[in-house]
């Protein structure tokens, strides 16, 4: 089973979750959601993902690890392996916008529209559904 790449701000570095030594992403962007949304997933406890954002022209940053949710500040981070952060080519970098609904899999009609209060006119679901938080919390 190939391990989903989804677009993450390696800007927003924060303590990981279970482990604290290690480096962790914040997964609150739109580019986020939308991967994670084109790839049918919505979020759960101990998720592999590959986080990757640009680097410079030929490189690009990429850190494998899981999905955790951090109750207090009420958000998913990727919590990275104990390889870390590593500089890797750059892929395909053409711009996606295709938003497609993680249910249903029908895309909305305006990507660039979508906010918190947005739902899929076929089925109902949240744009935001793939960051829902765990049922345990």
Not at 60 to 71: C, I, K, R, S, V
């Amino acid at each position: 089973m190939s391990v989903t790449r989804i677009y993450a701000d390696f800007n927003g570095i924060v303590s990981g979750i279970k482990n604290p030594d290690r480096d962790a992403v914040v997964l609150d962007t739109f580019g986020s959601l939308r991967d994670l949304s084109n790839a049918g997933l919505v979020l759960s406890e101990g998720l592999p993902l590959i986080a990757v954002d640009e680097s410079d022209e030929l490189e690009d940053l990429e850190a494998h690890g899981t999905a955790q949710y951090d109750p207090d500040r009420k958000w998913w981070i990727i919590e990275f392996d104990e390889l870390g952060i590593r500089y890797v080519p750059a892929r395909d970098r053409s711009p996606v916008n295709e938003f497609l609904c993680v249910i249903c899999r029908q895309a909305f009609p305006n990507s660039e529209a979508i906010n918190s209060d947005t739902s899929c006119s076929s089925c109902g679901t949240s744009t935001l559904a793939a960051y829902a938080p765990p049922t345990h919390t």
